[in-house]
């Protein structure tokens, strides 16, 4: 298939664009560089940097490519960043996908799979999250909300509009190769921020309390639900799929990976230790997260495949190979 993948210089992006190209997919890329990195691209998957909030650059990249399929992953992320900038959250990530969805019926895209996430629950009082349950804006931030509204429109610009199929694929603290370290700033993801931490024997900074929970989510095991949702005859009307584990783990339980290669080690001996220490606490972040992926089983036939565990072991594993 002739693919385009927004945001394929990122974190996600670049594992899609990876496995499509290894298929034998003609797989082009968009990615500004904003957050992307030029090192993750593929040398057979050419890039547009073009921003998606620009509709008259991006008609460029879809007159030219023409694609069967759009993996949307291009977004701003990150909780805390959206409080101080909101409006350009907005333009990205709902004007944006707009603007996707625009193109895609115009040039005739097939389907576009939608980088849904998570945040879009907010805070709910029930641990499982089903895509079917109700929600308020109760506790959800800027970057929560633009991410609940890009499936709003994958669903109204969608098949029922005379838009292309679409499906959202609401994804649970996704980690892996390429995923943010402090080298990008004190809002990266925590497994990459304490494996960097580890790598050069510093403490792990722990948000407080450290017992908050959440899913966490093998990027593999996410690239591959990707590629089923692209294919599968069982969605395309706009569908919300939740693609997590089915686990959750507290801060504390990845300390003890990272650093212990178990998950049972009381804090208390870390923090004496000075193996960890307490940062200062982030706004926004809700107290547990944990995925009901049912759906996901159901419409993809899809259940993840590399434990939290595992994938922290392989990320620790590839550091020491490294040095």
């Known amino acids: ?164 199929e679409t499906v959202s ?27 960097d931490q580890f790598k050069n024997s510093r403490p792990l900074t722990i948000v407080p309390d450290g017992h908050q929970k959440r899913d966490f989510t093998w990027v593999g095991d996410v690239v591959r639900a990707n590629l089923l949702a692209a294919s599968s005859s069982k969605v395309g009307d706009g569908e919300i799929i939740n693609i997590g584990t089915g686990r959750n783990h507290s801060i504390w339980d990845v300390a003890g990976i990272v650093l212990a290669g178990n998950k049972d080690t009381a804090p208390e001996k870390f923090l004496e230790s000075e193996k960890c220490v307490l940062a200062a606490e982030r706004k926004g972040e809700v107290r547990e997260t944990l995925a009901d992926i049912s759906r996901a089983n159901a419409l993809l036939k899809w259940q993840p495949e590399v434990s939290f565990e595992k994938g922290i072991e392989m990320l620790k594993s590839a550091i020491r190979n490294k040095f």
């Open 169 to 195: 694929l609401r994804y649970f603290n996704v980690f892996g190769p390429r995923q943010t370290t402090t080298v990008d700033g004190p809002y990266a993801t925590v497994i990459g921020i304490f494996l």
């Open 1 to 164: 298939m002739k693919i385009l993948v927004t945001g394929g210089l990122g974190f996600i992006g670049s594992h899609i664009v990876d496995a499509c190209v290894a298929r034998g997919d003609e797989v082009f890329s968009v990615d500004n560089l904003h957050s992307g990195k030029k090192e993750h691209g593929n040398s057979e998957a050419p890039n547009f940097q073009t921003n998606i909030s620009d509709y008259a650059e991006l008609e460029k990249v879809f007159s030219q490519v023409r694609p069967e399929v759009v993996f949307h992953c291009a977004a701003l992320a990150r909780i805390q960043p959206s409080f101080q900038n909101p409006q350009r959250y907005f333009e990205v990530n709902v004007v944006g996908t707009g603007n996707i969805l625009k193109l895609a019926k115009k040039y005739g895209v097939r389907r576009v799979v939608y980088s849904a996430s998570s945040s879009a629950y907010g805070e709910q009082k029930v641990a499982a999250l089903r895509e079917d349950m109700t929600m308020t804006a109760h506790a959800l931030h800027p970057y929560g909300s633009t991410k609940r509204m890009g499936e709003m429109l994958m669903r109204d610009m969608g098949r029922a509009t005379g838009g292309p």
